[in-house]
């Protein structure tokens, strides 16, 4: 009797050592994770350690991709979709105002949202965690070549990234003073909570990227595409966070036909997309460059929807995207082959979404800024359950 009290007292922590423990957690999908950190001070020690949220995101079963969009000024959507599955989750963002908080979602990156909220205020969220980090850019608009700045739409080109060179987290802007006809290329740090002007030599004319013009982030750099490319050679723009450069690359010859003439980016699997409505032959076309930086690894795949905005890979490798010609959201195979349709769930608008990716990534950022989710983790830390 009382060997089987001493078995009924014991905690997982006797039981299993601690290396084995951590390798089991990093096996969890994501959203289970993050509920587990209240199960003891260990595990919450242990899953709220940056090495683990890294190495979780880097290492464990694929996240379930999610397109974000704000509902209203108080409210978001995020709807999931997989192979077989889709569900819709409404989440309240941080640091609402009244009167509206009048929210513009600016992109995401390794599980954080990047929302502008007027009128000169940056919020930086993660749904799945609650952490929010609120940051002023209202310093630098007092500035003679900032008069009337404001994120996204003084700027031509903007992009929200990681540097892991340097463990941060970075928002570019590239904006054009027109009354002194020149073009200024910021960047503010989240680690620094500061602006630096970047010294590179940005493409000329600026002007041809539309305003609100949101940075796809792959392989340590930022791209764009113009609203109206004039030539395939060099129509995909890079910036290098860790170089600080330009660069540029070659687009397929066949998307920028008269058919295709206002392409965008996406991001497949790892791969950059290139995709295009030919309102001619009622298709989208989507070309994707398999190998980074290899030209002749375009490869094209052509989705039978007029107009279609390819958004995430699903785990078999199925395309999944958002249609507006035909409502909802559908996923299709690479031959073109529709594969499951869903009807009831909320769509975005054209602009305003970002596809989101789950994580429990923490945010360098200094220890002034507010922190809403700090009693969250106190309180998360009170909690002491044997297993």
Known sequence: MEKKMNDKSRSIHDILPLDLIHIILLRVPIRHVARLKCVSKLWCSLISDPDFAELHFCHSPAATNACFFMKNDTMA?????????ASQKVVCPPFKKKPPSDFEVLGSCRGFILLHRYPHFLVVWNPLTGVSKRISYSHIVSRPKYHSFRLPYSTHLHGFRYDASQDDYLVVAACRDYERQEDHLECLSLRTNSWINLDAVLPSPLDWFDHNSCGLFLNGAIHWVPSCPKDYRDA???????????????????????????????????????YGHNYG?????IWVMKEYKVHS???LYEIPCKIFQPLCLSRNGDIIGRGYDKIGYFIYNVRGDLLKRFKNLPCPPPIGYCVYKESLAVLPLPSGIKDKDKKKKENCH???HQV
């Open 77 to 85: 959507y995020l709807v999931y979709l997989d192979d077989n599955y």
């Open 236 to 274: 995909i723009l890079i910036f290098d966070l860790k170089e600080r450069t330009f660069s540029k690359i070659s687009a397929p010859e066949q998307l920028l036909t008269v058919a295709c003439p206002f392409p965008s980016l996406a991001l497949l699997g790892d791969c950059l997309s290139l």
């Open 281 to 285: 032959r009622g298709t989208t076309e």
């Open 297 to 299: 690894s375009w490869t």
């Open 382 to 384: 009170q909690v002491h």
